[in-house]
């Protein structure tokens, strides 16, 4: 007994990660910080989840958001001195930052919530998550990702190249967490006149020196292609330092844990209520974020994914059957971030629906580049059976498409006076298929509706509102380089910028 407690006194103040395919040596935060994929292939997870007390949560519920966001951080982050951490949370989390709150609303909440509606006796609320720099829920990780890697390579006296492809909001959140940070340079590709003006106009009026805008002659698929060619290029990654801001980074998740628990403690008053929460999901981050925090304690009841017309999600989480896309069937959508073949973060939550088992899951995700797919519907000759399990873990699912974007992004307008945009639109949709009486759902906001103003129109007949400060973006001084599709001419504009 006395054996446990101490080896649990242990794992709390040092919290090692874990690779999902089992064949990589466990690892500190800080070391899997600046990294992508484990060297197997897999995705890191703490050994364990640390857990959140009643006392804990009852103290968090004054907290502001940066020391919310310490609390939470200081569980996982064990090598990094709280003074420091300390620091980092509140020049991340500042009103400042978060300024693009609507009228009404203190952006010193940074999350702050909006009632929707009452249905049935259910709260329907919005948590808005995009009152950052670039009006998309990345921004609330990414930012912490930019301080806690300049604060890393500060003290290693390191330098990191950042080099990544983006249809939109990745690009734009990445390089406006990174700009004038030391040691820190961003190579971002983006198709050539195939984002929305604004979309454009907000990466390529950057004027800072380490961002580098390249505009690819092609489409997304080939912008991707050249970043996988460089990567795979072992000895020029290396000696050009690149890394990557992907949605497999870890210190994304962590940050994007913060919003659950203070979500969860806004719209509640004792911690023996549960709310669910509705997340418009793609890559499986910010929902496997929520998946975190259920498992450290918070009461969530359940968790609904809701996905657009590119449904991989939801087919497994109906059916069991996990089947990766090919581009083809990979349909161009107007909730444009949603629009995946496959969920680059869903592997973690399927290492614990397979109870932690490595070697399982290392043959179910080689089975998905053999066979495209698996099966734990445990219907005959399938992979398994742990489908059974999932309803365990809290989640459900739905699907949206363009039509039912227009219809709620109408019908939110017209009953609750917000304008909401597409990706919210398809969170909405499905929440309110998935009310239980009593429990209030909590919807995602991800994106503010100015970036996808196109559908807007379409929906309302005029223009989404924009912040202060977006009002003629596009007139402004652009700063880009127009490449072909050639990772060889790619590689030397790398190394031109960096010397070395
Ligand atoms: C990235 C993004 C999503 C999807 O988030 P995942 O973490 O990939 O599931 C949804 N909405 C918007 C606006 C996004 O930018």
């Not at 500060?154 to 983006?166: C, P, R, S, V, Y």
């Not at 005959?380 to 227009?406: C, L, M, W």
């Amino acid at each position: 007994m006395a054996v446990a407690v101490y080896t649990e006194s242990v794992l709390i103040l040092s919290i090692q990660y874990v690779s999902t395919r089992g064949q990589a040596a466990p690892q500190s935060f800080s070391h899997i910080l600046l990294g992508g994929l484990a060297s197997d292939g897999g995705l890191y997870l703490p050994a364990h989840y640390p857990q959140v007390t009643d006392a804990e949560l009852n103290t968090w519920r004054s907290l502001s958001y940066a020391d919310l966001a310490l609390q939470i951080l200081k569980k996982f982050a064990t090598d990094i001195p709280e003074a420091d951490l300390r620091t980092l949370t509140h020049k991340t989390y500042t009103a400042d930052i978060y300024r693009n709150a609507r009228k009404g609303e203190d952006a010193a909440q940074i999350t702050p919530l909006r009632k929707l509606e009452e249905r049935n006796g259910t709260q329907v609320v919005l948590q808005a998550l995009s009152n950052g720099p670039t009006l998309a829920f990345k921004d609330m990780a990414m930012q912490l990702l930019g301080n806690l890697f300049e604060y890393t390579l500060d003290k290693q006296h390191a330098e990191l190249n950042i080099f990544g492809a983006t249809s939109g909001d990745t690009g734009s959140a990445a390089e406006y967490a990174m700009r004038g940070k030391r040691g820190i340079r961003v190579f971002m590709l983006s198709p050539h006149r195939k984002m929305s003006a604004f979309q454009t106009a907000q990466m390529f009026s950057l004027q800072d020196p380490n961002i580098f805008n390249i505009a690819v002659e092609g489409v997304f698929d080939d912008c991707q292609d050249m970043v996988k060619a460089v990567s795979n290029d072992l000895d020029f990654k290396a000696r050009q330092k690149i890394g990557t801001v992907n949605s497999i980074n870890w210190a994304r998740v962590v940050a994007q844990v913060v919003y659950y628990f203070r979500g969860y403690l806004a719209a509640t008053t004792a911690n023996s209520q549960k709310v669910s929460f509705t997340v418009p999901s793609g890559n499986f981050g910010n929902i496997c974020a929520g998946h975190i925090a259920r498992m450290m304690g918070l009461p969530i009841d359940r968790l609904v994914v809701a996905t657009n017309e590119n449904d991989v999600l939801d087919e497994f989480f109906r059916t069991g059957i996990y089947r990766v896309r090919k581009s083809a069937e990979t349909f161009h959508t107007t909730s444009p971030s949603m629009d995946i073949s496959k969920a680059s973060n869903f592997e973690r939550f399927v290492f614990d629906l397979l109870g932690r088992d490595s070697d399982r899951l290392r043959a179910l995700f080689k089975k998905v580049d053999t066979h495209g797919g698996f099966d734990l519907s445990g219907k005959p000759g399938s992979d398994g059976n742990e489908f059974q399990q999932v309803a365990r873990y809290g989640f459900e699912s739905g699907k949206s498409t363009h039509a039912d974007r227009i219809a709620t992004i109408r019908d939110v307008e017209a009953t609750c006076g917000l304008t909401i945009d597409t990706h919210t639109a398809d969170g909405v949709k499905v929440a309110r298929e998935h009310l239980t009486p009593g429990v209030p759902m909590i919807v995602l906001e991800t994106a503010l509706p100015a970036k996808f103003n196109e559908t807007i129109r379409e929906a309302l007949g005029r223009d989404a509102e924009r912040p202060a400060g977006f009002e003629n973006i596009e007139a402004l001084p652009q700063r880009f380089e127009v490449m072909p599709a050639d990772v060889e001419k790619m590689k030397s504009y790398i190394a031109e910028r960096t010397g070395l």
